[in-house]
T-cell receptor, first 109, second 115 residues
Framework: RKEVEQDPGPFNVPEGATVAFNCTYSNSASQSFFWYRQDCRKEPKLLMS???SGNEDGRFTAQLNRASQYISLLIRDSKLSDSATYLCVVNNQGGKLIFGQGTELSVKP | EPEVTQTPSHQVTQMGQEVILRCVPI?????FYWYRQILGQKVEFLVSFYNNEISEKSEIFDDQFSVERPDGSNFTLKIRSTKLEDSAMYFC?????????????FGPGTRLTVT
């Protein structure tokens, strides 16, 4: 089983749509959880950390379910500029981040 | 806004040559990392560095790789004898101690091409 597994993409959605990304992780001892976005051939950029209570940042909402080892990201009212690859990232211990393969999002006019 | 910087942006080298990739982490950060991403694949952890020593390294980080913090600002990754399969984007990252310790901020990367 992969350490971090994400929905295969790509997701093609119209502007204004709501889109949800799902992610599962295999290590129940995982400690920290993040969503990064990566534009083509660029560095991963931290979108948000994910907390057990769930957290929201503008149009973005992240949820964590430790019992199911499941993380989600919801994007509301999607914009053209949201087009990117979304990376689910887990930290088990120490500083080592474990990345998922990423889910590509394409927002069309 | 402070950011991680990396040089060069693109490095082309011949197989068997040594390369040094350079990074300047965010100034108040104390943990430093190298990751790599082969084209079309996921980002992979190479090594973490804290207090002038390696904290953790992956299986990829073999004897051909080394890291160093030669002065108060730079953090380098050296590959002693490059192989074709070392061709990848190499990202440096840093994080601050305290708060959400493992929120890591990435530099723009160095594209390494080994011919």
């Amino acid at each position: 089983r992969k350490e971090v597994e994400q929905d295969p993409g790509p997701f093609n959605v119209p502007e204004g749509a709501t889109v949800a990304f799902n992610c599962t992780y295999s290590n129940s001892a995982s400690q920290s959880f993040f969503w990064y976005r990566q534009d083509c051939r660029k560095e991963p950029k931290l979108l948000m950390s994910v907390y057990s209570s769930g957290n929201e940042d503008g149009r973005f909402t992240a949820q964590l379910n430790r019992a199911s080892q499941y993380i989600s990201l919801l994007i509301r009212d999607s914009k053209l500029s949201d087009s990117a690859t979304y990376l689910c990232v887990v930290n088990n211990q120490g500083g080592k981040l474990i990345f998922g393969q990423g889910t590509e999002l394409s927002v069309k006019p | 806004e402070p950011e991680v910087t990396q040089t060069p942006s693109h490095q082309v080298t011949q197989m068997g040559q040594e390369v040094i990739l350079r990074c300047v982490p965010i100034s108040n950060h104390l943990y430093f990392y190298w990751y790599r991403q082969i084209l079309g694949q996921k980002v992979e952890f190479l090594v973490s560095f804290y207090n002038n020593e390696i904290s953790e390294k992956s299986e990829i980080f073999d004897d051909q790789f080394s890291v160093e913090r030669p002065d108060g600002s730079n953090f380098t990754l050296k590959i002693r004898s490059t192989k074709l399969e070392d061709s990848a984007m190499y990202f440096c990252a840093s994080s601050v101690v305290g708060g959400v310790v493992y929120e890591q901020y990435f530099g723009p990367g160095t594209r390494l091409t080994v011919t």
